[in-house]
Structure formats: structure tokens, C-alpha cells
């Protein structure tokens, strides 16, 4: 089944609202705070998903040198969209500071700016190292281990998501490997009336699919929706799924919700979305194949037992078994 922007839902089950959770700011890392929903007590995880947040950096906060095991992170770095009179869906960024700011041109539409900014640095133990921009994507497998750090590249403000997904008992200590796709590489697709645009991080959405490989199956997509539009997206029967609000408010089956709210989704073969308000909507809708496996966690660390947590820490502290640059690596941010 595809998606559609009719008014009527095709649906046979469709999925409805079962938990409602406001990501609330916390610090982490050092000195950057971050919106978390997914991980709180609240809703401590979403097999196969661990971990949601909202991330908003200036320099010199960041995360600096840390280590993960077990599992995949997925970093998506945040455009701000237009919401001028033209709903041109434009990144947009309006600066608080001054008129003349540097980091900033004239809006096409003549109502704000591009955003200009909004990077970040990653590098690791093994030697990698690359800037992700403003739309771009850095899926990261850890596996069997990783040390990395993540900092913001430029002044200004740094603001993405960042996803964690669990890894399957037999995909845990595999080797780490990293997808990355440039803003103009992510698939992207549209309604037959113009008025929902889906930007394909993982899985299919409007006609659009996305190259990315998914060890836990994953469907990952960023959606933005003018006023009055209707969506009706299929989700696969049988994985859990949540929506992320990132801007804006709209109804999803009969809740409604704003921005910095996760709505987990139960069970059925697809959500339908309503933006019944004057300004843009904008939200991810994620969704992945339960592994059904015992998760055990520790900071970086997610294994599927105590000892194997144990182990992960000794492996760390002593450099082995994927950890034998940890003790001779810092990175230069």
C-alpha cells in the first residue's frame, strides 16, 4: 500500500495513540542539553529503538571522546523550515543577535534568511573523520565497538536528532561501519496535491525509497505538511512505531500533539496525520522490527546480559576485542 493525502483513511487497522511523552531538556555530554523522550523513565525504550533526542549545541559544548557498543546511532542534522506566507518549506533561520549577522543571506521569499549553519564534526578511534551539514544524515553500526566524538563545526547553534537502534543478539560484536548521505542525496517525495513533502531516511514514503541499509529493519522518515493537508502512511504490521513532533501541531489518528512531543503508535497497518492549523507541521515518523531479545544497558553500552555488559566494560578499560585503539586515541576537537 502506498501513502496518501486523501481524506478518507484506507486503512484496515490503523494505528492510534497509546502513549503521549514530552521530551523534557536535560545536560549531556559536556555542556550540551538535549530533549529526550525515548530512554526516560518514562519510556525507557522502544524495541528496537533505546534512545530519542532533540539536541541544541553551541560550541565549545559537545560530545567529546566516547565509546558505544551493541547497537547504531543515527544522527540527523535539523533544518529550520520557512514559515513565511509562501509556505516555501525553505530552511529558514532567524537571527536574534543582529541584522548583519555572518552566518546568514536573504530569504528568496523576502520574509527571513538561509540558515547558513547547524555541522557537526565526527571522528573516531580507527581514523574517520567527516562534517555532517544542515539535512544530512550519519548512520553509525558501533557493533563491536567504537570511540568517537561528535562536536559542533562553526559558531552558531547545532540542532539534529539523534536515534539509537538496538542491534540483534548475532549483530552485536560485528565489525562498525558508517552510512552517510548529503542532504541532496536523501530521497525525497511529495503528494499528488503538493501539500505533504517526505524526506526518506530509511524505508519508502510519497514514491520514495532510501538507499540506506537497515540491519534492524527500520522505516525512517521526516515529513512537512502544509496547512489543511492530510496523510495516510502505511506502516508494516507488526513493528513498533512512534512520531517525533518537530515543529508545529497536528492531529495524528484523533490526538493531537505540538512540538518536542513522541507519540507512540500501537498497533495496526498505518497512522493517519491531520494538520488542521495555519502554520507548517513538521515531524519524523519512525518505526523498526521488534528483535523481541533481553536488552540490558550501561551508559554506551547495550547488550543482552549482565556479563555481556561486563565484558564490554573490561574490553573498554583494557583495549580489547574492538577497543585496542581506545587507550592510545584522543581526538583534535
Known sequence: ????????????????????????????????????????????????????????????????????????????????????????????????????????????????????????????????????????????????????????AGDGVHKGLQLWINLSSKDKMIEPRYQELESKDISRGESEDGGVEARVIAGEALGAASPVYTRTPTMYVDFTMRPGSRLHQPVPEGWNAFVYVVDGEGVFGRETATAHYCLVLGPGDGVSVWNRSTRPLRFVLVAGQPLGEPVVQHGPFVMNSRAQIQKAMEDYYYGKNGFERAGQWSSSA
Open 1 to 152: 500500500m502506498s501513502s496518501s493525502a486523501s481524506d478518507a483513511a484506507p486503512f484496515e487497522k490503523p494505528r492510534a495513540v497509546v502513549k503521549k511523552v514530552l521530551a523534557e531538556s536535560q545536560p549531556e555530554g559536556q555542556g550540551a542539553t538535549v530533549r529526550r523522550s525515548i530512554g526516560r523513565h518514562e519510556l525507557r525504550n522502544l524495541d528496537p529503538f533505546l534512545l530519542l533526542d532533540e539536541f541544541t549545541v553551541y560550541k565549545p559544548a559537545g560530545f567529546p571522546d566516547h565509546p558505544h557498543r551493541g547497537f547504531e546511532t543515527v544522527t540527523y542534522m535539523l533544518e529550520v523550515r520557512c514559515v513565511c506566507s509562501t509556505q516555501c518549506f525553505a530552511p529558514l533561520l532567524f537571527c536574534s543577535t543582529h541584522a548583519s549577522c555572518s552566518l546568514k543571506r536573504p530569504h528568496p521569499c523576502g520574509s527571513g534568511y538561509w540558515l547558513l549553519q547547524g555541522a557537526f564534526t565526527h571522528q573516531d578511534f580507527a581514523g574517520h573523520k567527516g562534517t555532517i551539514k544542515t539535512g544530512d544524515v550519519q548512520w553509525m553500526t558501533a557493533g563491536r565497538g567504537i570511540v568517537h566524538s561528535e562536536m559542533p
